[in-house]
C-alpha cells in the first residue's frame, strides 16, 4: 500500500439481515490529510459505506461479506467499532443526536471517552475556538439548541475524540444555506490547520465539491465515477 494512503476500501459488499445488498462491490481510497468527499442521492448506499467503516453496521444486522477495509495497512473488517474509534476513525452521524438532558459542555466532554482520565481543557477551547456559536450555548441543555448549533456540536464532540479520519454523514442536512456555508468552510478549517482527513457524505454535491480534494459519486449501492 502506497505510504500516503490512510484508508483503503476493496471491493465491499455489505448485506442486511443476511439477505438484503446494499453494496456491490465498492472500492475508494483516502489519503492522508484530505477531504474526501463521497456523493448520491437517498437510499444510494453512502451511510452504509461509512457505518462499513466505523464498524456500526452491526448494531443494524448489517455485514461485510466480501471484500476488505484497510486503515494505515490493517484489516479493520472485522474490528469492532470501541476498537476501530481508538484507531482515530470517528463517525458524526447524520440526523444529530445530542445527549439532550446534557448542557452543551457536558455533550462535549462525552467525546472524551475513549480516554476518560485525560486533560480535555484544551480540546475544548480547540472546539470553541472552530465553533464559536457554542461558547454562549455552552451550560444550555442540548435539547433546546437549533439545527444549525447541534451540528457544529456533534462535529465539536467528535473533535474531542481526537479524530484521525472523521466521518461526516451529512452534515448541510435541513439547514440553511449560510449556515450550510459557515459549517463547510469550518470542515475546510479542520482539515486545513488540524490535518484531520476527512471522509463527507452529502446530497449537496456543489458545496461538498466546494472543499473537497476528490469525489466518488455512488448510485445504487455502486460506485459510478
Ligand atoms: P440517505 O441519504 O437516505 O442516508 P444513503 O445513500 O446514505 O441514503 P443508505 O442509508 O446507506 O443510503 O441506504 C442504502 C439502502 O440500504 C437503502 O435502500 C436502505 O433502505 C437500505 N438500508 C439501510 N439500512 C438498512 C437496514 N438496517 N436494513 C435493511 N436495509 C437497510
Not at 439477505?19 to 452504509?48: D, E, F, M, P, Y
Not at 461485510?64 to 470517528?90: A, D, F, Q, W
Not at 444529530?96 to 459542555?105: A, C, D, I, M, W
Request: hydrophobic share 40%.
Amino acid at each position: 500500500m502506497e505510504d500516503n494512503i490512510l484508508l483503503q476500501v476493496n471491493n465491499i459488499s455489505v448485506v442486511y439481515s443476511d439477505v438484503i445488498q446494499v453494496l456491490k462491490g465498492v472500492s475508494l481510497v483516502i489519503r492522508k490529510g484530505q477531504i474526501v468527499s463521497l456523493l448520491g442521492s437517498n437510499g444510494a448506499g453512502k451511510t452504509t459505506t461509512l457505518k462499513a467503516i466505523s464498524g456500526l453496521l452491526k448494531p443494524e444486522n448489517g455485514k461485510v461479506t466480501e471484500g476488505s477495509i484497510e486503515y494505515g495497512g490493517k484489516g479493520i473488517h472485522n474490528s469492532s467499532p470501541e476498537t476501530i474509534t481508538r484507531l482515530g476513525i470517528i463517525q458524526v452521524l447524520e440526523g444529530r443526536q445530542p445527549f439532550k438532558y446534557l448542557t452543551v459542555e457536558e455533550n462535549l466532554r462525552v467525546g472524551t471517552a475513549t480516554r476518560w482520565g485525560k486533560p480535555y481543557k484544551k480540546d475544548l477551547e480547540l472546539v470553541y475556538h472552530y465553533f464559536q456559536p457554542l461558547v454562549a450555548r455552552k451550560n444550555r441543555l442540548a435539547g433546546y439548541c437549533s439545527g444549525g448549533e447541534l451540528q457544529m456540536l456533534v462535529m465539536g464532540r467528535a473533535l474531542m475524540a481526537h479524530p484521525k479520519l472523521l466521518l461526516l454523514d451529512e452534515p448541510s442536512l435541513g439547514l440553511a444555506p449560510f449556515l450550510v456555508r459557515e459549517i463547510f468552510q469550518i470542515v475546510k478549517r479542520i482539515n486545513e490547520e488540524q490535518g484531520t482527513t476527512i471522509m463527507l457524505v452529502e446530497q449537496n454535491a456543489n458545496m461538498a465539491l466546494l472543499i473537497a480534494h476528490y469525489g466518488y459519486v455512488m448510485e445504487n449501492g455502486k460506485i459510478v465515477m
